[in-house]
């Protein structure tokens, strides 16, 4: 039997076919934009509806998050919260309060969890000591071991008596006395429960005595935090300290112990005599689990161990947590800093007058400041076409082949698996006659065309003609500007082979393939030839292959580049990825080898930015309304590339990446200083740009019909000569 379906993920899901292993899992498709899952594990296919899908309204991206964590809809949380019982009473919290701790309460706390797992049988107490109008915390293990007796006013620094309140969880229980500074010459009855037979004698007691008290230090030693002022007394209502303690005011046995520890470890003891000392309150939670200690003391010959940093409290490793959840802030991770749980970071808060950092504390990548490629326009839009066509005709196995390319003269085909069907062509007779079903009123049938996306592996094809035909891309850009950095980037690229450049460029051609309105795909049909399945590419062949055109069959050609620009848009989103956040790592890790190759590489992906903001640019216009699929209007994508270069521009100048550049005296060119690197030098006399050039493209205004009309908009801020200065 197969799996119960969902319902939660059946509403948001079309289930495929059963996985054909022992998982029992099935293949899912996104109903809103048509992303495939094929192994349909439920923390994909959660993670999908609640943020990555921009198809799905924002209130069933809510409506699933609640359902998944159990809680009611917020229709029905609203109903509700008017209630009489919705309210709870002033003051009730999910959580007690904490006690504050002082010097004298983080030994009891320590001796509580050295002794917790020696009391696991015994009554539980809550107990608290009042001593000169401040209540702490008092564990019974102190008690119990034979650590209670009664103060004397000679002993202690606190004046007045102290009384003890014990609430045990049975009744009829002795009150607790107060913590004393013990001698070995008293004794005190115990509340503990009798151990029968097992009395221990004088001198185990004493070396009980001594390994208590030597784990009660090692813990305190462990609780109080590294780095705080340990100056000034905690003083009492009345001008009294309280907490104060020191070895003078240890017996005789117990100095003899904190001697030995001296011997052994002599910042054990000075740790634990700060830690009686304190006298700031430590929140600390008095129910955590007992940790495990180990410790020697003797002549032992065992080599000294390395110093290692302390254990975290709970509160640090909290802290810790919660910024490993958010991410460490970008000038954090530039400076190799430890960063804060705060908005803004410690590090972001200290920088009063940055000269360059002007932007505040960010935690995100510099991947996640940029949502177009992963937005999946072209991909929604296909998947709702084809649904639709399939809807109306039935579509069989296509028995030839389909090819595709932009250049005929490149002699380089994409060859394609197809789909094959027919449907009435449009005809001028009376729908009525045609609703009869004769043959004779019915008219021709017109083939259409779509690509098996089930049979190939669209995006890999895709990725191979871009390598093979990037060549003719460049040579055909009509921007003086873009034109010659594309060459110098690719001959770069030849000589260095470096992953990021090449990666870089593949990224422009596919956006360019995306964007331009003047670049068109040329598909034809091939019914005597197979598809080839061995080589993603193809040599064409004239024998009866047909042309697939916009102007004789709209609807075929429409779908088929529909379903080539949803192929082109994953694999661009999969480069931009990559590019971006290899980018950014090498900008974080200062490489100071190729900082030329790195500043192309900027250009070129800027580029990129512009050109698709232009895309979504372009969206933003009431003909096209209806058809946007997104859940987020056009103005919530296309403004994110002035954050973005933003944000790049500062990183490349953090590390002075731009290279330096003058205007010549002459006619006002722009070219590299003098010594600057042979590269650069030939980037700016291939490029020639004016003081003209970088004031227009700094104001570019936007034009539905040019798609280059933005291009330089964000970089052109790079090529300013107040570089070099």
């Known amino acids: 039997m197969g799996r119960k379906p969902n319902q939660l993920i059946l509403e948001f899901f079309h289930r495929g076919p059963k996985l054909e292993d022992a998982s029992n899992r099935y293949q899912h498709t996104c109903k809103a934009c048509g992303e495939v899952f094929p192994k349909g594990r439920i923390d994909s296919l959660t993670n999908h509806l609640v943020k990555k899908c921009q198809a799905i309204p924002l209130r069933d991206r809510q409506r699933v998050l609640l359902r998944l964590h159990d809680f009611p809809d917020l229709t029905d949380a609203e109903s509700n919260k008017d209630s ?48 000169g109008g401040k209540t702490v915390i008092v564990d019974p293990a102190l008690e119990a071991e034979g650590f209670q007796g009664q103060a004397q006013g000679s002993d202690t620094q606190i004046e007045g008596a102290a009384h003890a309140e014990g609430t045990p969880q049975s009744s009829n229980a002795p009150s607790i006395p107060a913590l004393p500074s013990h001698t070995p010459n008293e004794h005190h009855g115990s509340i503990s429960p009798p151990l029968g037979d097992t009395s221990m004698s004088p001198e185990s007691t004493s070396n009980a ?78 129910n955590t689990q007992a940790k495990g200690f180990v410790n020697e003391f003797g002549n032992s010959t065992k080599p000294m161990k390395p110093k290692v940093r302390g254990r975290f409290t709970a509160e640090r490793r909290r802290e810790v947590q919660d910024v490993r959840k958010k991410g460490a802030c970008l000038r954090c991770r530039m400076l190799k800093k430890p960063c804060s749980g705060d908005t803004p970071c410690t590090t972001c808060a200290s920088v009063e ?94 083939e259409v065309y779509l690509l098996d996306a089930d049979a190939d592996d669209i995006p890999s094809k895709l990725e191979m003609y871009i390598k093979k035909n990037a060549s003719y891309f460049y040579e055909r850009e009509t921007s003086p500007f873009m034109k010659p950095t594309l060459l110098l980037a690719a001959e770069l690229n030849q000589s260095k082979k470096d992953i990021l450049l090449e990666r870089v460029l593949e990224l422009w051609v596919a956006t360019h393939i995306l964007v331009d309105t003047e670049l068109t795909w040329k598909t034809y049909y091939n019914p005597t030839l197979p598809p080839n399945t061995l080589h993603s590419l ?157 004031d227009e493209r700094k104001n570019a205004v936007f034009d539905p019909s040019d798609s280059r009309s933005l291009d330089c908009h964000h970089s052109a801020n790079l090529l300013e000569p107040s570089n070099a200065t």
Not at 240 to 258: V, Y
Not at 370 to 384: D, G, K, Q, R
Not at 616 to 639: G, V
Request: net charge negative.
């Open 84 to 131: 009489p019982n919705g309210k709870g009473k002033a003051g009730e919290g999910g959580f007690p309060n904490r006690q504050n701790f002082d010097g004298l309460n983080v030994l009891a706390e320590a001796s509580r969890q050295v002794g917790a797992s020696d009391v696991t049988k015994r009554p539980g107490y809550t107990q608290s000591v009042t001593a």
């Open 538 to 694: 193809s040599q064409p062949s004239d024998e009866g292959r047909l042309p697939i055109e916009e102007v004789s069959d709209p609807e075929s050609y429409g779908l088929l580049c529909s379903q080539l620009r949803a192929a082109m848009e994953k694999r661009a989103s999969q480069l931009s990825k990559f590019v971006i956040n290899d980018l950014e790592r090498r900008l974080l890790q200062r490489q100071k080898c190729g900082w030329f190759d790195t500043f192309i590489v900027a250009i070129i992906l800027l580029n990129c930015v512009e050109r698709t903001c232009w895309l979504f640019r372009s969206w933003d216009n009431e003909n096209f309304a209806q058809r946007w699929p997104l859940d987020k209007r056009p103005p919530y994508y296309f403004s994110q590339s002035e954050h973005f270069s933003n944000i790049l521009e500062m990183l490349l100048r953090m590390r002075h990446i731009p290279p330096k550049a003058t205007f010549r005296p002459d006619n006002g060119i722009l070219k590299a200083v003098d010594g600057s690197d042979e590269n650069a030098v030939r980037w700016f006399d291939m490029i020639q740009i004016t003081t003209y050039f970088i």
């Open 209 to 286: 005595r001594q390994s208590q008290l030597s784990m009660i230090a090692a813990s305190a030693n462990e609780m109080v935090p590294q780095g705080l002022s340990m100056d000034g007394d905690s003083m009492g209502p009345d001008g009294i300290k309280l907490g104060q303690w020191n070895p003078n005011q240890l017996s005789t046995h117990e100095q003899l112990l904190f001697d030995s520890l001296a011997e052994h470890d002599p910042s054990l003891t000075a740790a634990t005599q700060r830690a009686a000392s304190y006298p700031r309150p430590i929140a600390m939670n008095p």
């Open 353 to 446: 007058s940055a000269r360059l950092w002007k932007h505040p504390c960010l935690r995100t990548r510099l991947s996640d400041e940029f949502e177009l490629y992963n937005a999946n326009l072209n991909s929604t839009l296909a998947y709702h076409d084809t649904n639709s066509i399939k809807n109306q005709v039935k579509f069989e196995h296509y028995s030839g082949r389909i090819e595709v390319t932009h250049f005929e003269e490149s002699n380089s085909f994409m060859t394609f698996s197809g789909l094959q069907g027919h449907r009435p062509s449009v005809s001028a007779l009376d729908p009525q006659l045609q609703a009869l079903g004769d043959d004779q009123f019915s008219g021709s049938l017109q």
